[in-house]
């Protein structure tokens, strides 16, 4: 299966999962729109999030992928089975001990880190605390998940490990619908949601465990031990759990500004969860995919194809996002409004929201271009230098929300995740240059600038069509105009920038094709 076709694959995978979140999202926004009450339910529900990064995702994709792949190649399935019970062991031990620490700890973590905000609101951090705890063994199931989707990847089996996340926004939905049916008050509304959390942790841990028993490994429970394999997985995970984490490191400092403040912290998660379509369909299948192709020809001795895997992603990834940028900035205003303008969620509540999401969006290349860029660093086993990258950013953006919340208050805090992650991207890029593990071609740098200049025609022709589609997606105007204006617009910018693309050479049919066609070379 070539590059490309296995990024459609995870992309494909993850979209749905993206399109079952912005149903999530409406219907959320609907029942508790910028309330306190929807304060609450994401403070409480970032926590877990933020471990689930930590422990999870940032760690195991950075390093337990290239060890498992390295075990399979050394000493074939049986040994890559060998090592992943290992690793289960260790992994299922640690995190039994962190939920009981952390459930213990609760009280603290929510004054003094998640929300002290909420401080002089007993009631408001006694809810986040209790919804919190009902959440947080969700980071349990998901960090198993995360393990067995590295499993998974490295086996090239992509589709289980891409489709999981559905279930979580399946089960909330389902809640969300249910107490909206009903009519439950927002409080009650917050509780099904917790609970819904954890029952999708446990759905997404079945679907991903069905999928590693299908590709032929089965997962027994070991005594954990210290041995070779488990150190060095050790070693190579810390850094790249920090790593991994950075986003929502940052909007974790971001939360704990913005809790100052009724409606911030639900204002940022709307705009958040829009970003994240782009960020996911495109960042996280060219990171899912990237790594154990580049960690294969790298241990296969085939620099020149690691060289063209690392380029060739750094194209697609330009080549989607750039246009997703510009159009985030300019249809940030209809893309709320026709989301979320509706019960609880206001006209005033979408132009906050709006600009918030044209920031983001002007930081969405580079946050998936850290996706694209980290792997070429793991592949080598390298996890401390994107670590202190990381860190570099998470200090930029602390001190740059400290400095821009008060004076432009929510969209002070997505400007400074926005800048730390352009940041981070250029000394992701410069480094990997620098040591000739990125290989610059002019070719490259040449359709980069040319994809930029059909960027700007798009938004030129944009900000034109929108005046004329002012009057359907006014505020107050049926649902049915406004997403058909929204799709008009979307399918004009497609249209133009595309067209732009190819005629002035930022984009070539034929190099497509061939990535199409292209299938990596197998080890030998």
Same mark, same amino acid.
């Given at each position: ?397 602390? /001190? *740059? ?5 008060? =004076?432009? +208050?929510?969209? %002070? !805090? #997505?400007?400074?995740?926005?800048? $730390? ?56 105007? /049926? *649902? ?5 204006? =929204?799709? +008009?617009?979307? %399918? !004009? #910018?497609?249209?133009?920038?595309? $067209? ?25």
């Amino acid at each position: 299966m070539s590059l490309v076709k296995k990024f459609a694959t995870v992309g494909g995978a993850t979209l749905g999962s993206r399109v079952f979140g912005f149903a999530r999202e409406t219907l959320m926004a609907a029942a508790l729109g910028t309330g306190p009450m929807a304060d609450v339910f994401y403070a409480a529900f970032r926590f877990p999030n933020l471990f689930r990064r930590l422990f999870a995702e940032g760690a195991f994709n950075a390093a337990f992928v290239p060890l498992f792949s390295k075990e399979i190649e050394a000493n074939g399935v049986d040994g890559a089975k060998r090592f992943s019970e290992e690793v289960f062991g260790v992994l299922f031990s640690a995190l039994l001990v962190i939920t009981i620490v952390m459930e213990l700890s609760m009280p603290l973590l929510v004054r003094f880190i998640i929300a002290p905000g909420f401080a002089d609101d007993a009631d408001k951090t006694s809810l986040t605390v209790r919804l919190a705890a009902v959440m947080f063994p969700y980071l349990m199931c998901m960090s198993l998940t995360a393990m067995m989707s590295g499993m998974l990847n490295s086996l090239h089996h992509f589709f289980a490990a891409a489709i999981a996340p559905v279930f979580l926004n399946l089960v909330m939905i389902s809640a969300l619908a249910y107490a909206l049916w009903i009519g439950t008050d927002p409080l009650t509304t917050a509780w099904y949601l917790a609970w819904s959390v954890l029952v999708a942790g446990i759905l997404q841990l079945a679907v991903v465990y069905v999928g590693v028993l299908r590709a032929g490994i089965s997962i027994r429970f070991r005594m954990p031990r210290m041995t070779p394999n488990v150190k060095r997985l050790l070693v190579l995970a810390v850094p790249a759990a920090m790593t991994g984490g950075v986003t929502q490191i940052n909007q974790i400092i971001g939360q704990a500004i913005a809790s100052s403040k009724e409606g911030a912290i639900a204002a940022l998660q709307y705009a958040d969860r829009i970003y994240q379509l782009p960020l996911g369909v495109v960042g996280v299948a060219v990171g899912v995919v990237l790594l154990p192709e580049l960690a294969r020809a790298l241990k296969s001795g085939h620099m020149k194809e690691a060289a063209s895997i690392q380029n060739r992603s750094l194209e697609f990834v330009l080549f989607l996002t750039l246009p997703a940028a510009g159009g985030l900035w300019i249809l940030s205003d209809a893309i709320i409004r026709v989301l979320y303008e509706r019960g609880a969620f206001s006209p005033e509540n979408t132009v906050v929201v709006a600009s918030i999401l044209a920031i983001y969006g002007l930081g969405l290349p580079g946050f998936v271009m850290i996706k694209a860029l980290q792997p070429g660093f793991y592949a080598r086993e390298d996890t401390r230098t994107p670590m202190r990258f990381t860190m570099i950013s998470v200090v930029i953006n602390s /001190g *740059l929300a400290i400095t821009l919340f008060p =004076l432009i +208050a929510e969209r %002070g !805090i #997505a400007t400074a995740e926005a800048c $730390a992650g352009w940041i981070n991207t250029v000394l992701l890029f410069t480094t990997l240059l620098r040591r000739g593990d990125l290989v610059w071609e002019w070719a490259l740098a040449r359709r980069t600038v040319l994809l930029l200049v059909a960027t700007g025609v798009m938004c030129a022709a944009l900000t034109y069509a929108l005046g004329h589609a002012g009057p359907w997606l006014a505020p107050g105007t /049926g *649902l049915l105009h406004q997403v058909t204006a =929204l799709f +008009a617009l979307i %399918g !004009i #910018a497609m249209v133009v920038y595309f $067209a732009t693309a190819f005629l002035i050479g930022g984009a070539d049919l034929g190099m497509i094709r061939r990535n199409l066609k292209r299938k990596p070379r197998k080890a030998g």
